[in-house]
């Protein structure tokens, strides 16, 4: 079951200078930076501390790379479960085109898409088991 709507994914052609934009000019909170795998930069920003919903600025080069079936011209949503590999599979048995279920650092990712080829992203919070912790 799909819980609310997590993010809003933006594709930008420089992630650095969007952020500065976002939190230096309009006000947003910086929630987290990463690079994953020395590729994916991305900036995760709020209007608030107490925004349920998230802005995420993304690389547009390295996502049309990775994803080049996705529209990169439009935002992109991303959307809560508890369990995105129970989603995933009942996408898929229901014949829903959908991506590659990815762990991620941030939690298990899937994109799907609609009948006029929309994409949407799904995630949960199942973080990958850490090497070092075995």
Do not use: C
């Not at 020395?38 to 998230?54: D, G, Y």
Request: proline share 4%; charged share 25%.
């Amino acid at each position: 079951m799909i819980e609310q709507l997590l993010q809003v994914m933006i594709y930008v052609e420089d992630v650095t200078t969007m952020k500065e934009f976002w939190i230096n000019q309009l006000g947003f909170n910086l929630i987290e930076e990463s690079l994953v795998d020395s590729e994916m930069h991305f900036i995760e920003i709020a209007a608030s501390e107490n925004s349920q919903t998230h802005l995420v600025l993304f690389d547009r080069a390295v996502i049309a790379q990775q994803s080049p079936e996705l529209n990169l011209g439009t935002p992109s949503l991303m959307f809560q479960t508890p369990d995105a590999t129970a989603i995933y599979d009942k996408f898929r048995d229901q014949g829903i085109t959908v991506g590659e279920l990815v762990a991620m650092p941030m939690g298990r990712v899937f994109n799907f898409s609609d009948p006029e080829g929309h994409y949407f992203a799904v995630k949960d919070d199942v973080k990958p088991i850490n090497e070092k912790e075995k």
